[in-house]
């Protein structure tokens, strides 16, 4: 039976009879309509944990675009069924106001990594999702915190900031999940007519064939520019970076010489779906 | 015996293992240079905690002025004594490296009650002790945090913030103390020559009798001016703010409609004494 619990009071209590087992807790920081990706961590969680929460909220704070934040998909019925199939035990899904207070006057912010890529493309983003995972680390409690590679900047944020603060929780990032296509699965992807979403594997299918060029000794520059020329040709409406980074510190990469990852975020229309793969 | 302890790791074994034991941590963070205040505060958390943890730490990312940071006073070896007397368990002593390590990236930030008094003077400043302090409730993980009234709106700074980020941590504000002729206990009062010395309590003496004519029902700003122009007329060298705030987010006030708090900073020579008191 997963419980739904909606104040972090009430989480305060239930998490801290389990800490008086010496139980511990994993979390799962979502913003609901899950599918399959969220359900991999959920179950990383209950390997690796006594008691798992995983959290559904649509934090305004890390929305830089109303239209986004108005249509983001939510589904709480269906989210709980899919969570008590996994043996989740409890969806903590707060309110907007129980999550900021009136008077709440806090932010979280992380410079060098947060700058590139995403952060150059959704101002503010970073600073309210630090911020919100800031809050549900101390709500929780929790010893674990599961996090998707598909949001890979994310991950390196998180890694940075529990870090640097030394919240007690240890970050472990797992696998993108995909569609059999190859589309990275995103609760966005819900937003795609059946034209996009027919056209959206495309992109994963350029990023592995640039990976490949690039594993052959390819130089870069090229490369990248020839995905992004197919990607705008086919369809896709804009592209908002389809780049290499070095995997330490997402810093501009031209070449394999250090660990390096390939990212990318594009318009289907009004829809922006973003993705990353190691090379 | 009083453990030194010099690294966050060290630190976190340490402190599991009272965890485990289901102890209630209390820690004290304070800059060293210890005096009567601070072991106050070790006694108030000796006397409702578990184990306590004294934290010294003199933070390089609160200070705006690097001359007051190079001139803050330095005594571990008598901070240790003073500690053991008290029964403390740890003092906590890290390097800045150990606090800072390289990649450090990460800031808390509070809006708001930062901005007059300390913070329209010390620019950063709250800023880094709201930094520094939510590592060490990370580090420490203690269940509570005693801080001293003397620095009034650190304490609401702190409040505010573990109140918004949800950190499991409760913050208990103590009495100021003070010398038999009034001075507020500080640690920069060591920097003081004899006559600055002599001149000093003059600024709580003017407190008081500014706060005896509020209560009495005379029109503020008078009363602040007069007292203002008494202190300088004394051979205090400048004065950064001598006024009166609600209780209730720092506010500008005016009269006692309201739970008011009467604050002051002023330099006598090259030391700023700060003060306040409940009106």
Same mark, same amino acid.
């Given at each position: /039976?997963? =419980?739904?619990?909606? !104040? ?16 511990? +807790? ?15 961590? $959920?179950?990383?969680?209950?390997? &690796? *944990? ?20 108005? !249509? ?5 019925? @269906? ?6 199939? =996994? ?7 707060? %309110?907007?106001? =129980? ?7 806090? !932010?979280? *912010? +992380? ?17 309210? /999702? ?25 991950? &390196? +944020? ?20 995909? =569609?059999?296509?190859?589309?990275? /699965? ?30 052959? %000794?390819? @130089? ?12 705008? $040709? ?14 330490? %510190? ?6 394999? *010489? @250090? ?21």
């Amino acid at each position: /039976m997963t =419980e739904i619990i909606r !104040t972090a009071e009430a989480l305060r209590e239930k998490v801290a009879g389990w800490k008086r087992s010496g139980m511990l +807790v994993g979390v799962v920081p979502t913003m609901g309509a899950l599918h399959e990706g969220h359900l991999s961590l $959920a179950r990383a969680a209950r390997a &690796q *944990s006594d008691r798992v929460i995983v959290t559904v909220f649509v934090n305004p704070m890390q929305f830089n675009n109303a239209s986004d934040l108005e !249509t983001y998909p939510r589904s709480e019925a @269906q989210d709980l069924a899919l969570l008590e199939a =996994e043996g989740v035990d409890v969806l903590f899904a707060p %309110g907007v106001d =129980e999550v900021y207070p009136e008077g709440f006057a806090t !932010t979280v *912010s +992380v410079s060098g990594i947060t700058e590139p890529l995403e952060g150059a493309f959704r101002p503010g983003h970073f600073d309210g /999702m630090a911020t919100v995972c800031t809050k549900l680390f101390g709500m929780t409690q929790a010893g674990r915190a599961f996090f998707g590679e598909k949001d890979w900047q994310q991950l &390196q +944020v998180v890694q940075r900031f529990v870090r640097d603060l030394n919240i007690p929780v240890r970050i472990i990032g797992c696998p993108t999940i995909r =569609e059999e296509d190859g589309l990275a /699965m995103s609760s966005r992807n819900l937003l795609l007519g059946p034209t996009d979403r027919a056209l959206a594997p495309l992109l994963h299918r350029e990023m592995q064939a640039a990976a490949t060029q690039l594993r052959a %000794g390819a @130089q870069a520059q090229p490369v990248l520019d020839e995905a992004k020329a197919t990607l705008l $040709a086919a369809g896709f409406r804009d592209i908002d970076y389809f780049e290499l980074r070095s995997v330490d %510190g997402l810093r501009p990469a031209s070449d394999l *010489s @250090q660990p390096v990852r390939l990212l990318a975020a594009l318009w289907l229309g009004d829809v922006r779906l973003i993705d990353n793969i190691a090379v």
